[in-house]
């Protein structure tokens, strides 16, 4: 099992730019596939970006490829979201989780896919 602790998130102006963290918990960190999630008041949650166990495959939204980039330090136990060029849109509660699997180049796109969520970090992006 793994436990997962988001952090970063603030109140940024648009065409700014936050860097979110995840940290997990447990050994084998390597064995998860990750991603980051967002879900704006009186929307669906959505997903924003993933990354394989072993970050070489990662996926991104639409709407934020070219803005965002995800990483991951196996060694630390961390992912990161760099958010750059953040409009208004962009504004929503962050979630990181991750899906424990065998084969490291998995990449799970889905929410349901995902077995670990953390707390949510919330991201504000005023015009």
């Known amino acids: 099992q793994v436990q997962l602790v988001e952090s970063g998130g603030g109140l940024v102006q648009a065409g700014g730019s936050l860097r979110l963290s995840c940290a997990a918990s447990?050994?084998?960190?390597?064995?998860?596939?990750m991603g980051w999630f967002r879900q704006a008041p009186g929307k669906e949650r959505e997903s924003v970006a993933a990354i394989s166990g072993n970050g070489e495959s990662t996926y991104y939204l639409d709407s934020v490829k070219g803005r965002f980039t995800i990483s991951r330090d196996n060694a630390k136990n961390m992912v990161y979201l760099q958010m750059n060029s953040l409009k208004p849109e962009d504004t929503a509660v962050y979630y990181c989780?991750?899906?424990?699997?065998?084969?490291?180049?998995?990449?799970?796109?889905?929410?349901?896919?995902?077995?670990?969520w953390g707390q949510g970090t919330q991201v504000t992006v005023s015009s």
């Open positions: 447990g050994r084998t960190f390597s064995r998860y596939a």
């Open positions: 989780a991750a899906k424990f699997t065998l084969n490291r180049t998995v990449l799970p796109t889905l929410g349901y896919e995902y077995n670990y």
